[in-house]
C-alpha cells in the first residue's frame, strides 16, 4: 500500500493507495481541518496540537497496515530555486554555504534557520545549474516531531511541487513549458526548458478563491511565464483543485492566448475517486503515488 499526506496552513488530507506494478486503485481518503494555523511565524503550542491532532488520526489508519508514506508540505515552506552559476562549488559543504547564503538573502531569515540541500543539474548557455532547496528548519523539526509521535515514518518528506513534477513528468510533451499549481492555500509556477528540465519555480501564498484573487494570480503567473520565455511558451498545464483549473484556464487563455491543459492526479486510478479533486486531496494523491 502507499499512503501520501498533505500538511497544508489550514487542512491535512491523506490518501492511501492499492499498489499492483503501474496500477493504483483507491483505498481511503482522510481529511482534516485543523484547530491551528501552520507554517506561519514560528511553530506554536497551538499549532503542535493541532498538527498531532491530525498526524494521530492518520497514523490509527495506517498502524494496522504496512505502507510507504510520502508528506507534501507547502511551496511556500520547502522553497526551490535553480541557480545558474559560473562553476558549481566544489564540495557539498561549499554548495550547502552558498544556497544557504542565497535563500537567507532572498527569504530574509538567517542562515542557520534554515536546511539546505541541492542537486547538480548540468549545464546550459555556458552556466552550470544548481537545483537547490530551503526549508524552515523550525517547522521542518515542528513536522517532524508530529509524525514521530503519531509513529509515522516517511519514506520522504519534501516539496509540493516536487510530487507533482514527478507525478505528471512522463506526460509532459517536449520542449519548453510551464504547470501551474492551486492548493487551497498557495499556488506554484514551474517553468522548464527543451528538455523538461526545471529552470523557474514561483512559490505564493493565496488567501481565497475569490474572482479578484484569481485574476492576481492569473496575472503574475502569466508576466513571469512571458518574462521567462521571452515568448516561447510552449505547453501549458494545470493541476490542482478541478473547479479552480476550470476558472484559471480561461484566464490564462485570456491573457496568454494559449489553451492551458488540466492535470488530474486521479488520472488512471481506479475506485472512487470523486474526493481526490478537491483540496488538499489532489497534492496527496500525486505524493501518494511517488516511487
Known sequence: MQAGIAIGRNQLCAVTLEANGKSHAMRSIFRHELSAPLFSGVPTAAADTALDAGLLA???????????????????????????????PKTVEMRDALMRWRFAKDWQRPEDSLECRGQDFGSAEGKRLLLGQACDRAWSDCVKRALARADITPCSLNAAATYRYNRFHPVFEQGVGAMLTLDPDGWTLLMWDATRRVRRILARLRGSASAEEMDAMADESARAILSTSAGNVGKLYLAGNVQEMIAMAARLEQRLRLTAVPLHAAEGVSGNTTWAREGMAPLALAAAMSK
Open 58 to 88: 492518520v497514523g490509527d489508519a495506517l498502524k494496522s497496515q504496512f505502507a510507504l508514506v510520502h508528506i507534501a508540505l507547502p511551496d511556500t515552506v520547502i522553497r526551490s530555486a535553480v541557480f545558474e552559476l559560473d562553476e558549481l
